[in-house]
């Protein structure tokens, strides 16, 4: 045995001589956070503080939802309910503060970061569907950059689309598309005429937000006072009011040609 | 000392003749001859300090810092050598953050011992002037190498690159974040640059592993994790960069199992993962370092080792 001895502690030495370190092996493995043992009682006490000034105004009940709103595309549920109640709402700060009257909504599902469930509604769900603390404004575009706006809409919208996709917009409008491109544009029942048109949106959007070029180069940009998040909880809260449920449908206000 | 039979198949290893096997790794971490690091990771938490309550749809009882916690110190136990990320969005999306601005978010990834984290667009959602308002809540530094904040209030708030070293393995770590321009406002971001991130890798990745002489180069990116036409992904980032062994991502809140295994533009191995978003899972990737010689063990480039992406 012992001739092999002389070998053996050479490529030993080779082994082990150099000691620059060289990744051998990979592995991974992403894993759930689930509950588990123990409770950290420090953590606990960072959270508490702040968990307890939060619950006192996030936990009030103020709503109460028919059934799970969506966002969607070509629409979506939730969508359909924000912007409707944007145009309403938007519609009554911009007569009393400018007197005037704005066209229809475009928002962006992207903004919205959770659905509406089925059944009591708390300030703090709304605070989860609506976290930004975007202001409603009403953008006047010239007709060529609102035929930007809707090839935009309908170059975004697929059939079954995800989260993000699709835009949503308010139910005054119906757009058709067909491959990609609006073959037919109604606001208020009418064709799309050479004049300018005036969109409720946010302060994000008509900054470019979420690549609506469309809005950057506007006539005029006003302000409606009013943050699309206290919009919602306005509607949520006034609904309640009149006994009323939260409700949306699908009403095809954007399709694909059959 | 080795026995004969170990011998051998070091042997037939050392001349690229066989794999290294999960056994022989597992002999050579408690024999001293292999290192493990252990990288954990989130993204896009979102502030959600609290689990999804029980009858969430979606995710019943997922989340939460303190479970999370609890999952961390488990893995510190199992390896010392471990070092925890964060791929930015930690702000935005619970009555958390509107009420507090992100100062629990902070205090509370501090005391889970983030290493660091880069910056993602919603980390910009109360401007510039209110991250630097809660970042000294944050006991670990903010990583950002393709925006440059010279211009800005956040001049010298975050670090270009960081390099760790655990058991003497260096670790580099740099930041790449997302074009702010058309999804932030720009009120928010002001004065900010936007650096190509294709490039600004590239020289990070350079910089790190040649002139720090790191044997592992992290990038923390948020730039989502790939996208259906050619804009710039983390995808595309491990495509057309070198010298990267791990891109750690977000913003596209992409579940994945495990991190999946790209070649990077010399056909290296680089691997990319990602966590979904509101801290539900908790990624880890798990690198073995030996001190043997590559050029003398025969080890190819690709090396003979396994990628046990299990």
Request: with cysteine.
């Amino acid at each position: 045995m012992k001739e092999f001895r002389y070998p053996y502690l050479l490529f030993v030495l080779i082994l082990f001589a150099c000691k620059s370190y060289v990744v051998t092996n990979k592995q991974s493995q992403n894993n759930p956070v689930v509950q588990t043992e123990p409770i950290n009682k420090e953590v606990t006490e960072i959270i508490a503080p702040y968990k307890e000034e939060l619950e006192k105004s996030m936990n009030d009940v103020i709503g109460v939802s028919e059934r799970e709103l969506t966002t969607g595309s070509p629409e979506g549920t939730l969508g359909n309910l924000i912007c409707d109640l944007c145009l309403r709402l938007g519609n009554d700060n911009y007569a009393a503060l400018h007197n005037d009257t704005a066209d229809f909504v475009l928002l962006n599902n992207g903004g919205f970061r959770t659905e509406m469930p089925s059944g009591e509604i708390t300030r703090g769900k709304i605070f989860e569907i609506m976290p930004f603390e975007n202001e409603l404004v009403v953008v006047t575009l010239s007709i060529e950059q609102t035929v930007k706006l809707f090839e935009y809409l309908a170059n975004k919208t697929v059939k079954n689309g995800t989260r993000k996709q699709g835009v949503p917009i308010s139910g005054n409008v119906m757009v058709e598309i067909l491959d990609k491109t609006p073959i037919e544009v109604l606001v208020n029942g009418i064709r799309l005429r050479g004049r300018p048109y005036k969109v409720i949106t946010t302060d994000y959007l008509a900054n470019g937000g979420d690549n609506m070029s469309f809005f950057l180069s506007p006539i005029k940009v006003e302000k409606l006072e009013m943050k699309l998040r206290d919009a919602i909880l306005w509607e949520v809260e006034n609904l309640t009011k009149q006994g009323k449920k939260v409700t949306a449908n699908l009403d095809k206000r954007i399709r694909y040609a059959q | 000392m080795l026995n004969r039979r170990k011998f051998l198949q070091r042997s037939l290893i050392a001349a690229g003749m066989a794999p290294f096997t999960q056994e022989v790794v597992q002999e050579m971490l408690k024999s001293g001859e292999a290192l493990k690091i252990s990288i954990l990771h989130t993204n896009d938490v979102h502030s959600h300090i609290d689990p999804f309550p029980d009858t969430h749809k979606r995710y019943p009882g997922k989340g939460g810092v303190q479970n999370r916690y609890t999952l961390i110190q488990k893995f510190r136990e199992e390896n010392k050598n471990t070092l925890l990320f964060d791929c930015g969005d930690i702000f935005q999306g619970t009555p958390y953050f509107n009420l507090y601005g992100g100062e629990l978010e902070l205090k509370l990834m501090s005391k889970m011992g983030y290493d660091a984290a880069t910056m993602g667009n919603h980390d910009f959602d109360n401007g510039m002037e209110g991250f630097l308002a809660v970042k000294k809540h944050a006991n670990f530094p903010f990583v950002c190498s393709n925006y440059d904040f010279s211009e800005t209030i956040l001049r010298n708030q975050t670090l270009p690159f960081k390099v760790f070293n655990k058991s003497g393995i260096k670790i580099g770590v740099f930041g790449i974040g997302i074009e702010l321009e058309g999804l932030v406002d720009k009120k928010l971001y002001g004065k900010t640059v936007y650096k190509n991130p294709i490039q600004t890798a590239n020289d990070y990745a350079t910089k790190l592993r040649h002139e720090q002489g790191c044997e592992l180069v992290i990038c923390l990116s948020h730039l989502g994790y790939k996208y259906e036409n050619n804009k710039i992904s983390d995808v595309e980032l491990a495509k057309h960069t070198s010298g990267i062994d791990l891109i750690l991502g977000g913003h596209t809140h992409t579940f994945m199992e495990k991190a999946e295994v790209l070649r990077n533009s010399k056909g290296k191995e680089v691997l990319v993962n990602q966590v979904g978003w509101a801290g539900i899972n908790l990624g880890k990737v798990d690198f073995y370092f030996s001190k043997l010689s590559k050029k003398r063990l025969n080890l190819s480039e690709t090396n003979k080792g396994f990628v046990e992406i299990n």
